[in-house]
């Protein structure tokens, strides 16, 4: 989860793209070497600073490195791009330059570095406006989500959709059989995707049907493919006009996701969400027990 504090650190680092580039690497042109460029110290905590403060992320950048030429190509675009944006062509150029020694010293070269952090920070400087708009918006609250009385829930389903354990069984048993035999038309859903049924016998008119993923160490994109979740549902939730939803703790049950990571990528997506659109009012985190409850109460005042 990106913090305000984090980025503050991220920042910190600024003015030292503002001096000539040379400062900050050399190239030793030894062809037996491997890897002729040598970064200065300074740059070098830089890059595991992006690291630390969750800037490099979990996701397919090879996939998407045709998205970040683009940004190359066009560097009035970064002017408008989001977080999220950033992160992917952040993650993309520190990976590729492991692969080809020299790519972040050519973004340092043609002032890319500089003009992501430029872009940060008037995203930071956002934050501080919308913050407390944001807090006002996104509920934490301990109880059972079958009973909430908002224009939709969101179900931590499995891939068949025909219901389980937890909370799918729960909203199963609740909404009565009817939610079932629609679900059987549906097809069921890939990880990470979100598809939506009415809600039936429950006080909500809409479940959205979402399946997190199975956590196998965090190194399988578990962490993208939670967000996708998220980013999904809050999609659906947008063509659906629900403007008042309810999420469990996906993933974090039998699927084993770690609780802590879980929260810091639920609310980091729905804060990201609500910071760009007002097209739902609020999002209400329903937690089953009092560990997850402290734990979103706590990460939500970090926000």
Known sequence: MITPDGLDRILAFMPMFERPPSSLYEVRPDLSMMDPYIYSPEFTQFIQALYRENLVIDFNWVAWKDEANRYFENPTELESADLETLQ?????????????????????????????????????????????????????????????????????????????????????????????AECRALGGCPTGEAKITQGYDLPAQWVIHTVGPIWQGGHRGEDE?????????????????????????????????????????????????????????????????????QIYHAMLSTL
């Open 225 to 293: 493919r939670l967000a996708d979740c998220y980013r999904n549902s809050l999609a659906l939730a947008v063509a659906h006009n629900i403007r008042t939803l309810a999420f469990p703790a996906i993933s974090t049950g039998v699927y084993g996701f770690p609780l802590e990571r879980a929260t810091g990528i639920a609310l980091a997506e729905v804060k990201a969400f609500l910071s760009r659109s007002d097209a739902v009012e609020a999002v209400r985190f329903v937690c089953f027990g009092n560990e997850a409850y």
């Open 88 to 180: 992917k062509l952040i993650t993309t150029h520190v990976r590729a330059d492991r692969f080809n020694s020299g790519h972040l010293a050519q973004m340092v070269e043609n002032g890319q570095i500089l003009a992501i952090l430029k872009r940060l920070a008037m995203i930071r400087g956002q934050m501080e406006d919308c913050g407390a708009d944001i807090k006002q918006r996104i509920q934490v609250i301990q109880g059972d989500i079958t009973h909430q009385q908002v224009d939709a829930i969101v179900n931590a389903a499995n891939e068949s959709l025909l219901g389980g354990g937890g909370v799918d069984g729960a909203i199963h048993r609740a909404a009565g059989p009817e939610l079932l």
